[in-house]
């Protein structure tokens, strides 16, 4: 398992708890009974209160997103004493490493999709990571013998299997990728027919390029095709399980190993990150016990 993409998810959907909470918080406070409840929703006339909308938003998992709300203070005012700020370039390069965990940008964005989030929303929901790894990191420390260990142990998985790079153009029906195909044959530009007649929406926009890939990343007809291309060739219709792809080559990647000098840096983060996510948690423990942390949801409860 990679164990630098699950933590990455992790931080996701914390981070969508965050979301929520807030959300809940902001947009339907808690009132007394005293007060005149807003009605969020009814049912064959019969009300749904705010107040009972938060209370059941607290019960499934109010308690734990709290936390985290708690969490992203404590952080955010230790960051404040230690005069650490966040940039963009700080968030930028946080989403480069969030994004090359992915095999392709088009995995990414559905990751993204998935969680209902926007980049703009991970750059934003990430600050509070970001944070923590800037106040953490001047306790780091990694060695040469460990990035040489990590190396050693993990060589099979830092290989880079032969890759292939093409574009597609994907169609419903034989008989439309045909006539592209004729399009083509006739002087026709494929970014351009992509753009215009393709149907992945993913890549369209790109001219249909998928990037490189490798076995496994893709439709097996798809692999099959582009990997038995020159490059500059282009395939014949393609049947796939969303209907017809005409293919392009556009280079090929022998498969290759990357020497240690080659992955010392990004070895070197990959265990810092390691040791920050270990060390977070008993940071954190230790800060809100030297905190005054009034919690009234627990107390309440």
């Known amino acids: ?96 490493s969030i994004q090359s965990s992915y095999s392709s940008e088009d995995e990414f964005q559905q990751a993204l999709t998935s969680y209902g989030m926007t980049l703009d929303d991970l750059k934003n929901n990430l600050k509070t990571q970001v944070l923590l790894k800037k106040i953490l990191a001047p306790q780091v420390t990694v060695s040469d013998d460990e990035i040489k260990q990590y190396y050693d142990d993990n060589l099979e998985s830092l290989k880079v299997p032969e890759q292939v790079q093409a574009s597609h153009i994907s169609v419903a029906t034989k008989e439309e990728a ?41 439709e097996q007809a798809v692999e099959t095709s582009a990997c038995a291309l020159d490059v500059g060739a282009i395939s014949k219709a393609v049947q796939t399980s969303t209907g017809y792809d005409i293919i392009k080559v556009t280079d090929h990647k022998a498969a290759s190993t990357p020497t240690l000098d080659e992955k010392k840096e990004e070895i070197k983060q990959t265990l810092t990150d390691q040791k920050i996510t270990a060390l977070s948690s008993t940071w954190l423990e230790q800060k809100k016990s030297e905190s005054t942390v009034e919690n009234y949801l627990t107390k309440n409860a």
């Not at 970014?191 to 496994?216: C, H, I, N, Q």
């Open 1 to 96: 398992m990679n164990t630098k993409k699950a933590d990455y998810k992790w931080v996701w959907v914390s981070s969508l708890l965050m979301i929520s909470l807030l959300v809940y918080v902001t947009i339907y406070p808690p009132v007394s009974k005293n007060e005149s409840e807003k009605t969020v929703a009814k049912v064959n006339g019969v009300s749904i209160s705010s107040t009972q909308l938060y209370e059941a938003m607290v019960a499934s998992g109010g308690e734990q997103t709290l936390d985290s709300l708690i969490t992203t203070e404590l952080v955010s005012q230790e960051g404040q004493k230690a005069g650490i700020q966040i940039t963009d370039a700080d968030l930028n390069s946080e989403i480069t």
């Open 178 to 218: 045909d006539a592209i195909l004729a399009e083509l044959k006739n002087g026709g530009d494929f970014a351009t027919l992509a753009k215009e007649k393709s149907v992945d929406t993913a890549t369209k926009d790109k001219g249909g390029e998928l990037g490189y890939f490798s076995s496994g990343k893709k």
